[in-house]
């Protein structure tokens, strides 16, 4: 799902969910409403008032974000790839396809303003969070004046989760011993279960639930075929199972970020074996294939070139003017 997808999307879903008076349109989190009870000398001449409850509006939909670490469209069978991607091209034929793909092209910056809506460096991620410092908007820490979407549904009667790749804390905020104020649990999730930086090994990652670590737990029988992958999967699938029988009229926004595209790229022998011969083409070749098909699903403008090589290039990359740069906000 490309981030102009995602960003309409969660647009839509965030103007749904605040369909209150205007005050508490404008105003988070909501003020302690008036007492319209009564309260007399006795318990007879007396009058408890309505525990007041958050319940989102009616219609209000359940969201899902899957966001797909470093992979463009040259990568999904649904977008032009030569990898079979069944499940998304049953989603784009009953959905749409954006095909305006904007990034702050770096991981936690593209996030930050996926999450919070704003440019990258309004909240404070304008580099990775690692290579955070005392600069204004680089800092790495996402500051409460840029709340997310999250936060927003949270307060609008959703339930919420966070499950999989962390890459918004900063370095030096990640320890067991906090601060947890730039964790989910402070940032509208109701629940995380994750790892936290830019990458984990797939088969023995370092996992968080919530602020407690934990490890990953291998069902019985799936030792040496089970990863992080499948772990994140089957908690989503969890968490919703859970949510909607206690639940079953309450909305939620899951936020499902795995790390598996991601290097380093652990994977089980079946896949490995799935795929073998599949891309010895080499990369010259698979670029064109993948482009042609991008023409023929018109994912593509019908004029588009495919770019040159630029290890073809005799002198390098030719300098290019930039007529107008677009970022993400």
Not at 82 to 105: C, E, K, M, S, V
Request: net charge neutral.
């Amino acid at each position: 799902m490309t981030f102009m997808t995602v960003t309409r999307f969660l647009g839509a879903v965030a103007v749904s969910a605040l369909a209150w008076p205007a005050i508490a349109q404008e105003v988070l989190p909501r003020p302690e409403p008036p007492f319209n009870g009564v309260i007399g000398e006795t318990y007879k001449e007396s009058r408890p008032d309505k525990i007041p409850l958050i319940k989102a509006p009616d219609g209000a939909p359940n969201v899902l974000v899957v966001l797909i670490d470093d992979a463009g469209f040259g990568q999904w069978g649904t977008l032009g790839s030569l990898i079979p991607t069944p499940n998304l091209d049953q989603l784009a034929a009953n959905g749409l396809r954006y095909t305006r793909f904007h990034t702050t092209a770096l991981c936690s910056p593209t996030r930050a303003a996926l999450l919070t809506g704003r440019n990258h460096h309004s909240a404070g991620t304008g580099v990775i969070t690692e290579l955070g410092d005392g600069y204004p908007g680089y800092s790495g820490q996402i500051p409460a004046s840029a709340g997310m979407v999250s936060e927003i549904l949270r307060q609008n009667g959703y339930s919420t989760a966070f499950i999989g790749k962390n890459h918004n804390i900063a370095d030096w905020e990640t320890s067991v011993s906090g601060p947890f104020d730039r964790w989910p649990s402070r940032q509208g999730f109701d629940h995380f279960y994750g790892f936290v930086g830019g990458e984990a090994n797939q088969w023995a990652p370092a996992l968080y639930r919530d602020t407690t670590p934990v490890e990953m737990e291998i069902p019985k029988g799936m030792e040496g075929r089970y990863t992080l992958n499948d772990s994140l999967a089957d908690e989503v699938i969890n968490y919703i199972s859970k949510e909607k029988s206690v639940t079953p009229d309450r909305p939620f926004f899951i936020y499902y970020a795995p790390g598996a595209t991601h290097a380093p790229h652990h994977v089980p022998k079946e896949w490995i074996d799935k795929f073998t011969g599949k891309f010895d083409q080499g990369w010259d070749k698979y670029r064109e294939v993948a482009y042609k098909r991008q023409l023929q699903l018109g994912v593509i403008p019908a004029d588009a070139k495919l770019t040159r090589d630029r290890r073809k290039f005799r002198h390098g990359i030719p300098s290019i003017t930039i007529r107008s740069v677009s970022l993400c906000a």
